[in-house]
């Protein structure tokens, strides 16, 4: 028995080994098919950032074609993120047509680069109409993967956007751009600690928490609001739902196992490390998580992983809901991103070190980080801003608006220490190292969890839990990135003055950990975020409390922000102005047609619902006229079905002149919560059969 268990073991370790990456063109499949020098030259490039040289690019596109044709690939596309914030890709087929017949063909320069229509992406801009041409150009850092349906295959190659003049008009080439700018400024702190960077290079990693919700594709058509919206616009809480934290980590359902079965034997296909997966709190919701990548693929991957989700959620009768909050009073989705930073010597910085020296290194990337997010907490806010997520933030585990960060108890305390200059014993008693340096050994797991913080440390990295389940993590990383690289600019500019008028780099670390903390303490908050207390207590420190997405994104709209992205090269002014314009754009567009599919829904399925339920009610009491039975009830009913028809009415009138006159959207989203509060009410007096959508009972539990 002992020896088949074994056996079983190893056959399915040999399994996912064998599959892991199969359908991905990365190290492990050029290793086998490139030539040594080609395989050196472009694994040098990968994990050094170098330039490939063209006659290597010859051999990759080969041999990438050579593979894909294995794998049933007819067509290539180059896979890219446009500021849509989905993916998008053009594809083209392998043939190459002549007189004679044809050819099936793929060149180094079809592989580099590529030239979809540019006009009809948001460009905010950057671009007029007329203008259609841009770029794409091949990501070797991101592996080439390829996309199978029942039909065939298709080879995706991930590659960033770009206008006619080199302009960004995507997520990834502001991503690469702030991970070179990351890169600099930790190598030149890694010098000061006397790291050699020779040769090295420094990058953030990202482990990147998806949730989401599945309910039956049956429900789904049959709620128009979801399908156009991807929320449900109207909708009565079911008397049970969250509130027994039952869902929890419970036992994952047969028919939801098989769905998390096939998608992870999908993901592991194209190379993505997902490892957990479990009930989330809400009835219906849950989440999958991958093992930490470096911060470009693990972004690429998390684009695949949705896309992915989506296919496969129908092939199992069910629809994969990505939206922040799709449904009302209870948890809505967010996205985790849990982002750390590895330094030249291949060691994680946010991670506490055993020796002074590695916990100096340690304590001064934990204050570049708490400096960077109190000076740029608005930015970061404004990267998380969306007409979804804004229904999100502030409740059921989502954070609040105002940006602070978690520290937990013992280090908190390490950094009020320091703050005196008085270094003595753990809160949690033991001594600490105080040599010449006076920088203390920190044990590893020093901190708790606050799934009420937007951005809490949670030993060796940092949880920023603002991001809505369906963003791009492109842009919250490309402001973490650029941040930080600032943080540590300054900090390195500060002790190589130190250093060059001789002063002890012990003592100078010292003091700028000091003076940090005095100046940037405010920002760390370790209670309750959702308290009316830290409300009143963040506006006393002066921290901003953007709550709305217009108010946030005005952080996009400032000096500082232009100032901070063209700096370290990341994003020009003109490409700064252009996000603002099209995130705006798209936050009042989507409350438009919120708005107007409310008013569809209203006028033709619920007041007629509601009409439907009167009529019987009336009828009810007129056909027991001059019988002695009691109907006050019913009319009582009736009476108060009615009143709600006719405030329902006044309400959906009142909205629909708020679209003719062109109101903002955030005047639209009150009157379609009002409308809601009366339709939702509405529901919970009309007859069942005579309601028009499935209820959130049926939605959230028959799956």
């Not at 603002?580 to 047609?593: F, Q």
Request: with cysteine.
């Amino acid at each position: 028995m002992a020896k088949k268990a074994v056996s079983k073991k190893v056959a399915a370790n040999n399994l996912i080994a064998n599959t892991f990456g199969d359908n991905a063109f990365g190290l492990k499949v050029m290793a086998k098919r490139l030539s040594p020098k080609a395989y050196k030259s472009i694994e040098n490039t990968i994990r050094t950032g170098g330039k490939l040289d063209s006659a290597v690019a010859q051999e990759v596109a080969e041999k990438m074609h050579e593979w894909a044709l294995e794998k049933g690939a007819t067509h290539y596309c180059h896979w890219f993120q446009p500021l849509t914030g989905i993916t998008a890709e053009k594809q083209e087929a392998f043939l190459d047509f002549s007189p004679t017949g044809f050819v099936m063909d793929f060149s180094a320069k079809q592989l580099i680069q590529g030239e979809p229509d540019a006009s009809s992406f948001p460009s905010g801009g950057l671009r007029a109409t007329f203008e259609a041409r841009g770029y794409t150009g091949w990501d070797p850092s991101s592996p080439a993967f390829i996309k199978t349906t029942s039909q065939g295959a298709v080879l995706c190659i991930p590659t960033f956007f770009v206008g006619w003049n080199g302009e960004a008009l995507d997520k990834k080439t502001p991503l690469l751009r702030s991970m070179k700018a990351l890169n600099t400024q930790v190598n030149r702190l890694a010098e000061l600690f006397g790291i050699s960077t020779q040769g090295k290079r420094s990058f953030a990693t990202l482990g990147g928490e998806q949730e989401y919700f599945l309910i039956d594709r049956e429900f789904y058509h049959r709620r128009i609001d979801l399908v156009q919206t991807g929320r449900t616009l109207f909708g009565k809480e079911p008397a049970k739902h969250q509130q027994m934290a039952d869902h929890y980590f419970g036992a994952i359902k047969t028919r939801i196992v098989e769905f998390m079965e096939e998608l992870d034997r999908e993901l592991w296909k194209v190379g993505i490390p997902a490892k957990t997966r479990h009930n989330e709190v809400a009835p219906a919701q849950y989440e999958i998580a991958p093992v930490f990548e470096e911060l470009n693929i693990a972004v690429d991957h998390n684009m695949l992983t949705m896309e992915l989700m989506q296919r496969i959620a129908e092939k199992h009768g069910f629809v994969c809901l990505l939206h922040e909050k799709p449904f009302k009073g209870i948890n809505g989705s967010g996205k985790h991103n849990n982002w750390s930073v590895v330094g030249p010597d291949g060691k994680n910085w946010l991670s506490p070190g055993d020796n002074p020296h590695e916990n100096a290194k340690f304590l001064v990337t934990l204050a570049a980080v708490i400096k960077a997010v109190d000076t740029h907490a608005d930015i970061l806010r404004a990267t998380v801003a969306s007409a979804g997520n804004d229904h999100r933030l502030g409740s059921h585990e989502a954070p609040p608006a105002i940006v602070s960060v978690f520290l937990g108890d013992q280090l908190n305390d390490i950094i009020d220490q320091i703050e005196k200059g008085d270094l003595k014993n753990t809160k949690q008693g033991g001594l600490l190292h105080v040599g010449v340096d006076s920088l203390p050994i920190i044990p590893r797991d020093s901190s708790d969890r606050n799934r009420t913080s937007p951005f809490a440390f949670t030993g060796s990295k940092f949880e920023f839990r603002a991001v809505g389940s369906n963003f791009s993590l492109g842009g919250p990383n490309v402001a973490l990135n650029t941040i930080i690289a600032e943080a540590i600019d300054e900090i390195c500019t500060r002790l190589e003055a130190d250093k060059k008028a001789k002063k002890d780099f012990n003592q100078s670390v010292q003091k700028l950990l000091q003076d940090i903390i005095k100046k940037h303490k405010r920002v760390i908050f370790n209670g309750d975020n959702y308290t009316e207390d830290w409300v009143k207590e963040a506006e006393k420190r002066g921290l901003p409390n953007n709550r709305t997405t217009p108010q946030a994104l005005e952080a996009f709209n400032t000096k500082k922000a232009a100032d901070l992205f063209e700096k370290y090269s990341v994003l020009s002014r003109k490409e700064l102005a252009s996000r603002y314009e099209i995130y705006k754009e798209a936050y009042e567009g989507v409350l438009s047609y919120e708005a107007a599919l409310a008013v569809d829904m209203v006028r033709t399925m619920y007041l007629p619902s509601v009409a439907a339920q009167m009529n019987e009610l009336a009828r009810t009491v007129k056909s027991v006229e001059g019988v002695e039975v009691k109907t006050a009830s019913v009319k009582k009913t009736l009476a108060t079905i009615s009143a709600l028809n006719d405030k329902a009415l006044e309400e959906v009138e009142a909205l629909e002149q708020a679209i003719k006159d062109g109101k903002p959207g955030l005047e639209k989203r009150k009157l379609m919560g009002t409308l809601r509060k009366t339709i939702d009410t509405l529901e919970g007096l009309v007859a069942k059969e005579l309601w028009p959508v499935p209820s959130y009972a049926e939605m959230l539990f028959m799956i």
